[in-house]
């Protein structure tokens, strides 16, 4: 139980990071907006807007890693892997956590330390346009990332070890959809035995329009 309690407060420091940082979404998109506007309409381009984007977009790309982490939501190829049982989805990611996230992980959290490092001590700034935006915040976001992506690897680890003595994986927080299924189901009152009953009844007609196809031959 106390486990579970860490593995969850855990889970919620990414969540908490990933939210914050999330707001860099409507930042850019302003700005975005307004740097169109100001070229376009009034003639007035700042060559910094491009290099601050990028940055902005690498630094929420970067501190959203441990959030989706933490919710399960990476990409992976899982032809194969959705069959299998839990255990044997706990015994596999945890050699593929050792072999390749560990080690990567915290190459790009040491890694950025000392490029973060340099970059402040040198007042870092954008060589890409003249008078270019500093660099150094940007920079610090590497091993701020790496730090709190290791962290959320750690807990992933020790699910997978209560998966392999339990049979079953830890639960985890439940975060927005992009569609909230059970809000959608309420207003449109339908229940899950309705939605079983759709199912057998396309599946039976299915098999009534292949029976006298499968006769004929």
């Not at 999330?22 to 910094?48: G, K, Q």
Request: aromatic share 14%; net charge negative.
């Amino acid at each position: 139980m106390q486990m579970q309690k860490f593995l969850l407060t855990i889970d919620r420091v990414s969540t908490f990071v990933g939210q914050t940082f999330s707001w860099l979404i409507v930042s850019l998109t302003f700005m975005i907006t307004w740097e169109v506007v100001s070229r376009y309409a009034f003639d007035n381009p700042h060559p910094w807007a491009f290099d601050v984007m990028i940055m902005m977009y690498g630094t929420l790309f970067m501190m959203a890693g441990a959030y989706t982490l933490s919710k399960n939501a990476h990409v992976r190829g899982d032809v194969l892997y959705s069959f299998f049982t839990p255990r044997w989805q706990a015994g596999l990611d945890l050699a593929l956590y050792f072999l390749f996230f560990i080690p990567g992980v915290f190459a790009l959290a040491w890694a950025g330390y000392n490029f973060a490092g340099e970059s402040w001590a040198i007042n870092e700034h954008s060589n890409v346009t003249a008078d270019g935006p500093p660099v150094y915040p940007f920079k610090t976001a590497l091993p701020l990332a790496g730090a709190i992506l290791l962290l959320q690897g750690f807990v992933e680890i020790i699910r997978c070890i209560l998966c392999l003595q339990t049979g079953e994986w830890p639960s985890r927080e439940q975060d927005v959809e992009e569609v909230d299924v059970e809000k959608l189901k309420e207003m449109v009152h339908v229940k899950d035995e309705d939605i079983a009953a759709l199912d057998k009844y396309v599946v039976a007609q299915e098999q009534e329009h292949q029976a006298p196809t499968g006769a004929a031959k």
